[in-house]
């Protein structure tokens, strides 16, 4: 009886994880499974991801990569993203199947992981380097072009009033898949000689991202959004008077653009830094990441459940004070264990961040124009990102890191705020600027 107890009361806690909590248990069983199947697509892509974003700029390093040929290859990626999301917006709003424009592109993206596996092979002296930097801009590109016809799917997925505990709860599983996909992908990286031994945790990165397409292309969409109004083509010069009545959207957006105009200054040169400077092996670069997850795991539930009473604004606020502090904190680290004390506190500052400014996002974004809104919003992002790198390679150039790290820190101070001073409380908001 006691086992079985203990099994029952295990599944209970599956099926609450899985839609957000008991809060889940109360909504349609139609968007429940949709939750379900989402919840186990971020499990997947987060096991998938995790290898990617902390091993690609090592592994074209490996291929003779300089530090500042990475801050080029991110400046190189976040202009193509924004090039490619006015596209991606105009697709998502002339299909009625955002969900399948979403899965292709994220086909895509997948296609050229795999292709990145044999870069090495098929390829031979001084421009392997740029070939791989291409095919991995190429990769980010897929997910971008795809990134509004994600974003609307989200939206109608995930019921508003939940929105925190869910995201919590799916942020949740990812970080203990991404953690220890991360640490064994480490691991098994330096067992073999470079870049074999990259080229064999990527291949397993695409194959597990397989695994996320499939629960994804199973999210059953809202047959609702067939009902939305159909808005008027997309142009440039429409730009000003969509944005018009939505000044908490623009501050958002331009706060937005110093914040993360300052983190790419710093942010393709952490990796490169550990492994180029401080001589720190590939397992160490996957233990630090893991650090980071863990932490981000082990407050991401209560963040979640904090942000529906307290609200995204002040959260993010706070997370916003914080975050700068992180580059200064790394000019004095020279140890494993130093870095490792930053990463905890990185976790819990950027997990909360994260989590609440998707959710701050949404609240201003028009439920019937999410595609454009997110895309004109990535656009911003993607062109402060690639400023950023540009200028994070010119700087790390000729002063070295410690100047990308104080300059970072800078930024990301004065973007807090600003964010302080003109992005108000959703619920205070004027009417017009939410919809």
Sequence with gaps: MKISSWIDKSRLWLTNLTVGGAWGRTLKPQTQQNLRWFWFDG???????????????????????????????????????????????????????????????????????????????????????????????????????????????????????GRGRYFGSRNFVMGITGMITTLLAGKLITMFVAPLGYQIALGLAFVIALFSVFSYVHIQEQPSRILFPVTPGFSLRSLAKMLKGRPQFIALMLTAALWNFGINISGPFFSPHMVENLNFSAASVGFLAVVTSFSTLATQNQIGALADRLGSRRLQLASMCLIPLLPIAWIFSTQVWQIAIINTFSGVFWGTFNLVSFNLLLSYIPSDQVPRFSAVYQIVVMLSLALGALVGSALISRWGFVSVMVASAILRFSATGLFARLVHDPQKATPMAVE
């Design 43 to 161: 499990l997947f892509a987060s096991a998938s991801d995790n290898i990617s974003i902390n091993f690609i700029s090592l592994f074209i390093l490996s291929l003779g990569a300089s530090e500042a040929q990475i801050g080029l290859m991110s400046a190189f990626s976040s202009v193509a993203c924004a090039i490619l999301l006015l596209p991606g917006a105009l697709l998502a709003e002339s299909t009625t199947r955002k969900k399948m424009l979403a899965w292709l592109c994220g086909i895509g993206a997948r296609l050229a992981l795999l292709m990145l596996v044999f870069v090495p092979i098929l390829f031979k002296g001084p421009y392997v380097v740029w070939i791989a930097i291409a095919i991995s801009v190429t990769r980010d590109s897929f997910n971008n072009l795809g990134f509004p016809a994600w974003m609307s799917v989200t939206n109608e997925t995930v019921p508003i009033d």
